[in-house]
């Protein structure tokens, strides 16, 4: 059991958690992420460390509460716990003195900006942070990121705070005013990392993208987080979850999130339900229990 000792809302809607883990808070590392399980009915889902204390014990996560799982997530309270945390999982970021690094995240994915930048630069880099967001509600760790980069740019779609239009057209105007930028580093939605790519391969920019495949065992054993990389597949959760951006099948990537829309459109509706009547307790036997279908991928 993991208990939440502390619990505040970033912007307007990402939550952040921080949870004792004191075996984690001592191995992880900037790129990892871990699986949790809410209690023993509920799916595992993977999330990034967003920070961690080693003198405390604890680990942090920060999340954007988009369906069942991580609105069930949102719902905890200091003092509540969390059943299991596995962890921590998959290859650490790859650090080495590049130059200019230019990180670049979208929505919840700058939840892993912070220990990702720290640790770049610590590698002797110079750092870039571009976050983007739809709207400055979505936007976190503003004031973190300023003190952990050299530069923090901020972009929304709506342009309700910094640059109205993507992030990627931050960057796009760093590479046409001639900046040196030496490596991206790139985490978010799919279809983001996919036109980052697309955009720096003309410039020959090396490229890194963390890829959020559907995740299960997060052991490489179940094979639900398989991804295409230079025309091999690999599992994301132990060959990743980051991989070179110009080598990734971002196609069959993006069908492969979309495998249980149905189903976890219907269990999101199903536990509002649950909550509108004031149960706090999940199903006995969750129905849609991805780890059941798991033999269909
Ligand atoms: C390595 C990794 C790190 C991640 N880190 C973060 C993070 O720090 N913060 C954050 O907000 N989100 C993160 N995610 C995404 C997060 O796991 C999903 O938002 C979450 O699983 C959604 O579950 P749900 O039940 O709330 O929503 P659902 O309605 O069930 O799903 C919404 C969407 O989330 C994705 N998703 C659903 N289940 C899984 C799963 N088991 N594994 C992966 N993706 C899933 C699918 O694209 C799905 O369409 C990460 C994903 C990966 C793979
Ligand atoms: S989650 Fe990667 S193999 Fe199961």
Redesign the pocket.
């Known amino acids: 059991m993991h208990k939440i000792v502390s619990r505040r809302v970033l912007g307007q809607r990402v939550v952040e958690l921080e949870v004792e883990a004191p075996a984690m808070s001592k191995k992880a590392q900037a790129g990892q992420?871990f699986i949790l399980r809410i209690d023993e009915t509920g799916?595992?889902?993977?999330?990034?460390f967003?920070g961690w204390d080693p003198e405390a014990g604890t680990i942090m996560?920060?999340?954007?509460?988009?369906?069942?799982?991580?609105?069930h997530l949102a719902s905890l309270k200091v003092g509540d716990s969390i059943r299991d945390i596995a962890g921590p999982m998959?290859e650490p970021t790859h650090l080495e003195k590049y130059g200019h690094v230019v990180f670049l995240g979208g929505g919840?994915g700058t939840?892993?900006a912070l220990p990702v930048a720290r640790a770049l630069r610590q590698a002797g880099n110079k750092v870039t942070v571009i976050q983007g967001a739809r709207n400055e509600d979505l936007l976190m760790y503003e004031d973190e990121l300023a003190a952990e980069s050299d530069q923090l740019l901020i972009a929304t779609d709506d342009g309700s705070k910094g640059y109205h239009g993507f992030g990627l057209d931050l960057l796009m105007k760093m590479i046409e005013d001639g900046e040196q930028i030496d490596m991206v580093h790139t985490i978010g939605p799919a279809i983001m990392m996919k036109m980052t790519a697309e955009k720096t391969r003309p410039h020959g920019i090396h490229t890194v993208a963390?890829?959020?495949?559907?995740?299960?065992d997060g052991t490489g054993m179940c094979g639900a987080?398989r991804v295409m990389v230079d025309g091999e597949t690999k599992f994301?959760c132990v060959d990743g979850?980051e991989f070179d951006a110009h080598k990734v099948d971002w196609d069959l990537l993006m069908i492969r999130?979309?495998t249980?829309?149905p189903e976890?459109?219907a269990?999101?509706e199903r536990f509002k339900k649950i909550q509108e009547k004031g149960c706090e307790c999940e199903p006995a036997s969750d129905p849609d229990s991805?780890v059941k279908e798991v033999a269909g991928n």
Do not use: H
């Open positions: 992420f799916e595992r889902i993977p999330l990034t967003a996560m920060a999340f954007l509460p988009i369906g069942k799982t991580t609105n998959g919840v939840a892993e963390s890829l959020n495949p559907i995740m299960m987080c994301g979850p999130q979309t249980y829309k976890e459109e269990s999101n991805k």
